[in-house]
Nanobody, 121 residues
Framework: VQLQACGGGLVQAGGSLRLSCAAS????????MGWFRQAPGKEREFIAA???????YYVDSVKGRSIISRDNVKNTVYLQMNNLRPEDTAVYYCAGHASGSYQYTESYGYWGQGTEVTVSS
């Protein structure tokens, strides 16, 4: 599976962005998908995941501000982020789950190239 993330950019605090992750090579309809982010000088951290049945999981820092969704017809996963904060500035990565807990990077077998989000104060 090849994953292509896009939708990042520069936004003011309080603004919104919708990130997209388009998959190719095979269908992701039966694959749980996750979003991670990595800020400069920090480790990559889990943001959200969505099971193949549509059940969503969020890290506390984005819960209530973000919505992960999937369109299996388009083979695409989305991350809608609202009320963005400067601390949300990072490169955002989508990933295809392989096995294990959703919050660990080693649980994912496929990674996109990342899309950069910058939130100005």
């Amino acid at each position: 599976v090849q994953l292509q993330a896009c939708g990042g950019g520069l936004v003011q605090a309080g603004g919104s962005l919708r990130l997209s992750c388009a998959a190719s090579g095979r269908t992701i309809s039966r694959i749980a998908m996750g979003w991670f982010r990595q800020a400069p000088g920090k480790e990559r951290e889990f943001i959200a995941a969505i099971g193949w049945t549509g059940t969503a999981y969020y890290v506390d820092s984005v819960k209530g501000r973000s919505i992960i969704s999937r369109d299996n017809v388009k083979n695409t996963v989305y991350l809608q982020m609202n009320n963005l904060r400067p601390e949300d500035t990072a490169v955002y990565y989508c990933a295809g789950h392989a096995s294990g807990s959703y919050q660990y990077t080693e649980s994912y077998g496929y990674w996109g190239q990342g899309t950069e989000v910058t939130v100005s104060s």
